[in-house]
């Protein structure tokens, strides 16, 4: 559960031959010692302490929900949690969100970020994280990713994905279950629903997930194709760390990396072709239909000038209906918002090439098609 964060703030005698000696021998270690500091870890107590590591991302203390004690100690790749005294009701908010991030968060930017980025330029978002986990707590171990029609820097954004990695003990995502979903090629418990301030977009592994290298982006346009954001959108942060409700020393973040690959020009995102090319499609969905059942045969074409790598095909089902198997592609999950994906023998369609897939359903009351279709998060014309 996530509330209204406060605002974060931004802290920041010897005599003759033998004394000469003695005198010349600590200047040196002196002037050593500045030259060459030592890199000593940084902890914070301060509710809204804050620190920069590896020149690049900001550790945040973030503790917002409770007034107890919670230290970090930041280190040269990440943070730990050193002390995390109270605790708050597993059926409401956290007590904290103590993370590292890259970006803009209550106007505190980490050094040389490109973000805010607006989606449609951001070709990639690569990521990856290392984490330790611990026994005697009830937290989630979760990335929170800010999206926002504005390029703002300060308070509170529009929508906000997490990617719970962990959770341990009685709790749950803000909302309620809205199936599954399929993103970085990890399957996941998808729930949605909003805290009074801001949408949520919840991704929840089905279990722990230790260390991951992945792209920030899936997610993104998963959330897109949800209608919880827009392509014109802005990303302004990309955070990883714990939200605890019961202790929590000991968690830590071992390693984390986050940058964001732009040059895109606005209207069109960069990531179905090539630079230089245009990206557009075309879907033509026939279909057999009898009593309770039908199959679906899609053609998917590619009418733009670069070729389509990866590619994925969204779109959502008609209530009442499901997916019992398909064939020439992968569709998750079976009922509600789904995705196509290409196996390896046909994962690319070239310029003004094409592909089918098919699949075997069930279905209650009247039979109906799909209302559109989104190839890599570009709309495509129905034929």
Not at 230 to 244: I, K, R
Request: glycine share 12%; net charge neutral; with cysteine.
């Amino acid at each position: 559960m996530r509330t209204l964060r406060p605002r974060v703030r931004v802290p920041r005698g010897l005599s003759g031959a033998l004394g000469a000696a003695c005198a010349t021998f600590a200047l040196v270690a002196s002037l050593v010692t500045t030259a060459a500091p030592a890199q000593a870890d940084t902890t914070l107590c301060e509710p809204f302490g804050t620190t920069t590591v590896q020149g690049r991302y900001i550790v945040q203390n973030n503790r917002w929900g409770s007034s107890a004690t919670q230290c970090v100690t930041a280190t040269d790749t990440g943070f730990r949690v050193t002390q995390a005294d109270g605790s708050t009701p597993t059926n409401g908010a956290p007590k904290s969100y103590p993370s590292i991030f890259n970006g803009c968060h209550y106007t505190a930017c980490s050094p040389g970020t490109k973000l805010p980025a607006r989606v449609d330029t951001i070709s990639s978002a690569p990521s990856s994280i290392s984490y330790s986990f611990v026994g005697n707590a009830v937290y989630n171990a979760s990335y929170d990713i800010w999206l926002d029609p504005t390029p703002r820097t300060d308070g509170v954004n529009r929508t906000e994905i997490m990617i719970w990695f962990n959770r341990v003990g009685p709790i749950q995502p803000i909302g309620s279950p809205v199936g599954t979903a399929t993103v970085g090629g990890r399957t996941w418990e998808v729930w949605s629903g909003g805290n009074g301030s801001n949408d949520v977009l919840s991704f929840v592994a089905p279990s722990a997930i230790s260390s991951w290298s992945f792209d920030v982006k899936d997610f993104v346009r998963e959330t897109v194709a949800r209608g919880l954001a827009a392509n014109d959108w802005y990303l302004t942060s990309v955070q990883a760390g714990f939200e605890p409700w019961q202790n929590g020393a000991g968690l830590a973040v071992n390693s984390f990396s986050s940058s964001v690959e732009t040059g895109g020009a606005p209207g069109g995102d960069p990531d179905p072709g090539n630079p230089g090319g245009t990206s557009a499609c075309a879907v033509s969905y026939g279909t057999n239909v009898w009593q309770g059942g039908f199959t679906a045969d899609v053609k998917v074409t590619n009418t733009g000038t670069a070729p389509v790598d990866g590619w994925r095909l969204a779109f959502t089902l008609p209530s009442g209906q499901r997916i019992a198997n398909a064939w020439n592609a992968s569709v998750t999950p079976s009922t509600g918002s789904v995705t196509a994906t290409g196996a390896s023998h046909n994962a690319r369609i070239a310029p003004g090439g094409s592909l089918s897939f098919g699949f075997q359903g069930t279905y209650d009351g009247t039979f109906a098609k799909p209302a559109g279709f989104r190839l890599n998060d570009v709309a495509c014309t129905t034929a």
